[in-house]
């Protein structure tokens, strides 16, 4: 070491022992467990929102493949120079097809004249080199000639993969064909051609492209990388389908989960709520084509080893939007939803409902054990809505957990009103939703060190730090954020007998198609990458134990008192003690942990560490683990460990005890 770097280096040890002086004791009552940790306790809230879904996690290339957006052929562009009128024209069969009206007919007479249709995918479509893609079409053939040639292009219009498909059949009848193909170059924003060569007359259909690697290689599936990020979480819960998405603009707009099942070219699209939803952030091509629906989310659930946890309509629109209300003597239908569902779920495979998930493909049943009724709902009408709703489900389906919304804020007038009447009623869960500044989140650790423990649970529904004056979409996702919901958790894991479920929210957003931010995952076409609020998520969410353990600083709960924020947990299948714990200062704290158990501790614990030196500092796709768990080891000496805290620190300490 050249002499000015050695003289730096003392310095700084020098210094850093210097500000390390501020010591802090805490004691850990390893031995008394005071609470059990639902396994449920940390989940994931799932909406179509940012393109979440379309666009997002399920796998479908093709933007408005069946030609039912508004306007028919948005995503579409018409190819060739000399397109002869009438010959790409979009039909409407309502009569025979009301929930898939539009086709595409191409009539084209002439070989020699090339026309065709690209899609733009959204926001491009994410191509692999090497890997197979899955093209797929409905249609029927009147005249036939035309085959398909298909071409995906990248940027400057190279071709980076191609395949051909001959129509079969003739007839009236609507058939299936498909045809893969291979990419030779990896693009983020190629487009899909569809040349029709030859001459003849064509109805068209459904027009699909799917990459090969999607979630467990399924079919017309999920995108492996985006499922991989919450299947690394190990959630607890997955809550869909949202959200705002559940109440609809108004009531026709409403999430309706029998228009998610069964065939998707049956499914019926609508316009998605966050198509027009923020002025500042238009989304004009945002729809929902349920290629995604609850059959899926069930599978979703499962696969992840989540359980399921559906939101449906209680009869109510967006009380920010519409606000419109279904009559109370016209709650049938909606209630009706909610016992076909748990059909659906639970059924027995010779029931209408649950025979369909068999015919779907999963004949054993999905075990729902909880539903929502009502997102963000609020006012005596909600009230009076629920317990029409909670009276049937009670009567037919007493193990099912009724989750019901206390609104849009954490506080104030409608939240005291619904709280209060939500214990009236004895639901199971009250949906609690915080997004706050972090210094909400850092003052409100104790939120629930004195809540009510006989009545409700809670759960924390949909949460975030939203730090002011940072509008920049991945931008808001700061360590200054997280770090302030990192100390916020601590409270709910100290009072896991009250909160038995969590999530942040909201999961997804596209780079190129967000309408809200912050959000825990960012993705483009090709990539993703976890926030550093997904890595405070995923530490408590691995690390939840099973029971809570008194953690005390000066004889009380730490919650704050001077920067810092701490909660212990047990992991009795695994003897492990899982210590947590923030130091929300510009200062290192010595911690002193002391260990009050008559269990032996190894030698060494684990050190999980998540920091940064800004409080500004993000993950991005350039740097997708600029903030990231880092795990060293520590030394347990005479059953304590004793940790320099950095300045602005999460750090989660693993001991065995023997
Ligand atoms: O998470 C985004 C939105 O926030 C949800 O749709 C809604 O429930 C809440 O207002």
């Not at 693009?187 to 001459?199: I, T």
């Not at 210590?579 to 704290?589: C, L, Q």
């Amino acid at each position: 070491m050249k002499g000015k770097h050695l003289i730096a280096a003392i310095l700084l040890v020098f210094n850093h022992h210097l500000q390390a002086q501020v010591t802090k004791t805490f004691t850990i009552q390893a031995d008394h467990l005071t609470a059990k940790i639902a396994p449920t306790m940390w989940g994931v809230f799932f909406e179509d929102i940012n393109l979440g879904a379309d666009g997002g996690i399920y796998a479908e290339l093709v933007k408005n493949r069946s030609f039912e957006f508004a306007q028919p052929l948005m995503g579409w562009q018409k190819l060739g120079d000399n397109i002869p009128e009438g010959s790409l024209a979009i039909l409407n069969r309502s009569q025979e097809k009301p929930n898939n009206p539009r086709f595409l007919q191409v009539d084209s007479n002439d070989p020699q004249n090339k026309i065709g249709l690209q899609n733009e995918g959204f926001r491009g479509m994410g191509i692999k080199r090497g890997l197979r893609y899955d093209f797929s079409v409905w249609y029927r053939q009147l005249k036939p000639g035309l085959r398909l040639h298909l071409e995906l292009v990248d940027s400057a219009g190279n071709t980076i993969g191609e395949g051909f498909l001959e129509p079969e059949a003739i007839g009236n009848q609507w058939q299936r064909a498909q045809t893969s193909f291979h990419a030779t170059q990896t693009c983020p924003k190629a487009k899909l051609n569809v040349w029709f060569e030859g001459q003849g007359k064509i109805d068209l259909d459904m027009l699909s492209l799917f990459p090969e690697d999607t979630w467990k290689r399924r079919p017309g599936g999920l995108r492996a990388d985006m499922v991989q990020r919450l299947a690394d979480m190990k959630p607890g819960f997955i809550r869909f389908p949202g959200g705002c998405i559940v109440e609809g603009r108004e009531l026709a707009s409403r999430f309706q989960w029998k228009k998610t099942v069964g065939p998707v070219e049956d499914r019926q699209l609508i316009i998605n709520r966050w198509n027009t939803e923020f002025q500042h952030r238009p989304a004009p091509d945002y729809y929902q084509s349920f290629g995604l629906g609850f059959f899926e989310y069930f599978q979703l659930a499962e696969d992840i080893g989540a359980e399921p946890l559906p939101i449906l309509n209680c009869g109510m629109a967006c009380q920010f939007n519409s606000a419109e209300q279904a009559p109370l003597d016209e709650l049938n239908t909606y209630v009706q939803d909610v016992l076909d569902l748990i059909e659906f779920a639970n059924g027995d495979i010779h029931t209408q409902w649950g025979k369909l998930r068999a015919q779907m493909g999963h004949p054993a049943p999905f075990h729902l054990k909880m539903l929502g009724v009502g997102n963000e709902n609020w006012g005596p009408q909600y009230i009076e809505r629920l317990e029409l709703f909670k009276k049937v489900i009670d009567a037919q389906h007493p193990d099912i957990k009724i989750v019901a919304s206390s609104g849009t804020d954490p506080d104030g007038e409608r939240f005291d009103f619904l709280n209060r009447k939500l214990r009236e009623l004895q639901v199971g869960f009250i949906d609690e939703h915080y997004y706050r500044s972090p210094e909400w989140f850092l003052s409100h650790a104790n939120r629930y060190d004195n809540y009510d423990r006989m009545g409700p649970k809670v759960f924390a529904g949909e949460y975030a730090g939203h730090p002011p004056q940072v509008t920049d979409g991945p931008l808001e996702n700061n360590w200054g954020a997280a770090i302030a919901e990192a100390a916020f958790l601590t409270g709910l894991e100290r009072n896991a007998d009250v909160v038995q479920m969590a999530s942040y929210a909201p999961l997804f957003a596209h780079i190129d198609g967000w309408q809200w931010a912050p959000d825990l995952i960012w993705v483009d076409n090709l990539r993703t990458y976890g926030t550093p609020s997904y890595y405070v998520q995923q530490l408590y969410a691995t690390n939840k134990g099973t029971a809570v353990v008194p953690m005390l600083a000066d004889g009380q709960a730490v919650s704050g008192q001077e920067g810092l924020y701490a909660s212990s947990t047990i992991d009795q299948p695994n003897g492990e003690l899982l210590i947590k714990v923030v130091n929300y200062n510009h200062k290192p704290v010595r911690g002193m942990f002391k260990l009050e158990t008559g269990k032996k501790p190894t030698k060494e614990a684990d050190q999980i560490l998540l920091t940064a030196t800004d409080l500004k500092a993000v993950n991005s796709f350039d740097d997708p683990e600029h903030i990231h768990p880092q795990t060293t080891k520590i030394a347990v000496k005479d059953k304590t460990i004793v940790a320099d805290l950095q300045p602005y620190s999460f750090y989660l300490f693993k001991v065995k005890l023997k």
